[in-house]
């Protein structure tokens, strides 16, 4: 699993992983939402470049992909990923979007 720690270096400005799997996400329901990155990525608010290569990251959290603004490439490929998060819209300096090789539907 992507280690917490990550997430505690704000000053990060490119995130690669590549064939990692993740933790289930928990709604605060208390359903599975599916295994996805942590909500915590939020911190990471220098984040340029997020890119999940053959992972288990079927889920993005939308409140905190919608809250890296600062991201230009989001990278997604061959994840399972089944939805995007309505909050790609509020990435406005987003330059790439690659999604290969996901569940969208």
């Keep these: 699993y992507l280690p917490l720690d990550v997430f505690c270096l ?5 995130l690669r992983v590549v064939g ?26 220098r984040l340029r470049t997020l890119s999940l290569v053959n992972t288990t990251a079927s ?3 939308p409140q905190a992909i ?12 061959g994840c399972g990923l089944r939805e995007l998060p309505s909050t ?13 090789k996901n569940s969208l539907s």
Excluded: I, M
């Design 10 to 14: 704000t000053n990060l400005q490119v």
């Design 59 to 61: 889920y993005l959290p």
């Design 66 to 77: 919608g809250s890296l603004t600062n991201l230009t490439v989001l990278q997604v490929d």
């Design 20 to 45: 990692t799997p993740f933790a289930p996400h928990y709604e605060f329901d208390g359903l599975t939402k599916g295994t996805g990155l942590s909500p915590l990525v939020a911190r990471l608010n």
């Design 88 to 100: 790609l819209a509020s990435l406005t300096n987003l330059q790439e979007l690659k999604l290969s």
